[in-house]
């Protein structure tokens, strides 16, 4: 793991995102600390980063460990476990009728990516199985970001003002784009940006940013709630009636996604 502080911070930061995303308030965290043999100088280290990370970002969010457990000496033949920091959230939704899920809901919706994207590729799941690399150091988390983008996320669904939202998080926004038409088997046609290369952009993990979607008559309130937030919003494309997913005019199906999808498990076990 190249920053064992990072990634756990990240793995609270995602879940607190994932529970924000449906319009919950996240509460607490349980985490399930998963390492090797801590007798190894190298391996404790490891579990003492991940426990400040995990620490330092459960008190930038208000957010308490109030339950969990610890797994050492997860070696086989010598060789120990990629450290695992498993993290689940709970939150508090006030009135469950206004819960809203990652689906597209309308066609010609216009979506929304919110948050700074710098297109970080660091220690990225396209880096691992796009590059086959493992380089580079997790992106750096801003609690101040992800406090205040959450708290505007969960303002505009509390109003109803967004049907649609999605944290960004492994694979970065095209993933999450991804899920979103596969989930509700609605396209999108998303503008890629000129001034950052488009796998960055694509690919990118950076954090508290999440893709929203609303229909057109709530476009300036969903303009004006951000200047008040003072968070970083961008428009990027629009959801479709064609199944789809268009990136600059380059298409590809949702069909093929949702096949390649649920088939690759068999796929690989009947090749082995």
Known sequence: ISDPY?????????????????????????????????EKPEIMGQFVQAINGIKDACLALSYPVISGNVSLYNDTNGRSISPTPAIGGVGLIQDYNKAISLRFKNTNQIIYIVGETQGHLGSSLFLREILGQESGLPPEINFEDELKNGNFIRHLIDEGIIESCHDISDGGLAITLTEMAMASHIGCAITLKPNIDNLKWLFGEDQARYVIASSATHKSSVLEKAKSYNVVLEIIGQTTDDQQLTFNQKRISIKELQEAHENWLPDYMNKH
């Open 6 to 38: 990072r990634g756990a911070a990240q793995a609270v930061v995602e879940s607190w995102r994932n529970l924000t995303a449906v319009g919950a308030t996240p509460l607490a965290i349980t985490d399930n600390l998963n390492f090797g043999n801590p």
